[in-house]
Nanobody, 114 residues
Framework: QVQLVESGGGLVQAGGSLRLSCVASGSIFSINSMGWYRQAPGKQRELVATISRGGSTDYADSVKGRFTISRGNTENTVYLQMNSLKPEDTAVYYC????????WGQGTQVTVSS
């Protein structure tokens, strides 16, 4: 089992920045990649960014050039640096770990005001 805990969400004005953090615990050796997804009201959950164990990254087109996913000094921590935030980035952001199963955190709210 893998447990994920997110932090760092909040309210920010358009053009501002936030950094989300995700700490994994438990069977972290089983994790192949980690990432961030988001779900806005009335919409499906969508991929934001992922990072593999080897450090390869992938981003949704809507966030390329604005968001950066990275790992901390320990492989069980992942960050999402979000710059130039837009109102359409408003959503609950979920940390994800991909191993023998898909694991999810509880989510953290990001609200961008115009």
């Amino acid at each position: 089992q893998v447990q994920l805990v997110e932090s760092g969400g909040g309210l920010v004005q358009a053009g501002g920045s936030l950094r989300l953090s995700c700490v994994a615990s438990g069977s972290i050796f089983s994790i192949n990649s980690m990432g961030w997804y988001r779900q806005a009201p009335g919409k499906q959950r969508e991929l934001v960014a992922t990072i593999s164990r080897g450090g390869s990254t992938d981003y949704a087109d809507s966030v390329k050039g604005r968001f950066t996913i990275s790992r901390g000094n320990t492989e069980n921590t992942v960050y999402l640096q979000m710059n130039s935030l837009k109102p359409e980035d408003t959503a609950v952001y979920y940390c994800n770990a991909d191993g023998p199963y898909f694991y999810w955190g509880q989510g953290t709210q990001v609200t961008v005001s115009s």
